[in-house]
């Protein structure tokens, strides 16, 4: 039988097996998340996608390509095609990675698809094309989430945070949908303005310092 002492003893060590359990259960998910190797000081970066990544709605260097490369003091090359449809880009990605040899491909293709209500499994099947090409010559990928305007409540396509799971990859989700869904950071009914691209770049530069390629 155990005494009142016994009792808040075992009801103690209990409690701290449980909190070093906790502990341990955090730090796996800490230790799981996906990360990016440190970029060279002398590293390119590849932007690609549609319009968006073009930067329509605003001047040339106020795309986000270009605010990001302020930011972050590399290259970022712009290499968004207004207009494309996935199965395009995907296309045009392999010559593109052989010519430019980027250090990091920041992928945000898909919206055109939406909009033309291609088939999903198609655009899906696409961007992991995309993907594979990249990782097939060792770049690394930041896949953006894409919404699909049709859709009332704006978020992510469900299928971009499954493919960055099964991939492996440093996934933004948020930013597109935030963006499109202030009319203060938009140019038109599609495209982001000035602010709205300042808004992505800010967001994938954090993405890019919490995932390990930036050192601040």
Not at 61 to 80: D, E, F, K, M
Not at 125 to 151: D, W
Not at 185 to 204: C, F, M, T, V, W
Request: hydrophobic residues 40%; contains cysteine.
């Amino acid at each position: 039988m155990l005494t009142p002492g016994h009792s808040r003893i075992r009801s103690s060590h209990l409690f701290i097996a449980w909190l070093l359990a906790c502990t341990g259960l955090l730090s796996a998910c800490t230790d799981s998340a996906p990360r990016l190797p440190r970029l060279a000081e002398n590293a390119v970066i590849l932007a690609f996608g549609d319009s968006i990544t073009r930067g329509n709605g605003a001047q040339e260097n106020q795309s986000y390509p270009a605010v990001l490369s302020r930011l972050i003091g590399h290259p970022v090359i712009n290499a968004g095609v207004p207009g494309e449809v996935s199965a395009q880009g995907r296309e045009r990605l392999p010559a593109l990675l052989d010519r430019q040899r980027p250090d990091l491909l920041i992928l945000c293709h898909g919206g055109n698809d939406f909009l033309r209500r291609i088939d999903a499994d198609i655009t899906r099947s696409n961007i992991e094309a995309m993907i594979k090409a990249a990782a097939q010559r060792n770049i690394p990928v930041i896949l953006i989430g894409v919404p699909n305007l049709g859709l009332f409540f704006l978020e992510s396509a469900a299928f971009y945070s499954e493919i960055a799971d099964k991939y492996k990859l440093v996934y933004e989700g948020d930013i597109l949908p935030e963006v499109e869904s202030d009319t203060a950071l938009k140019s038109d009914q599609i495209h982001p303005n000035a602010a709205g691209y300042q808004r992505i770049a800010e967001a994938i530069d954090r993405l890019m310092t919490e995932s390990g390629a930036l050192t601040r």
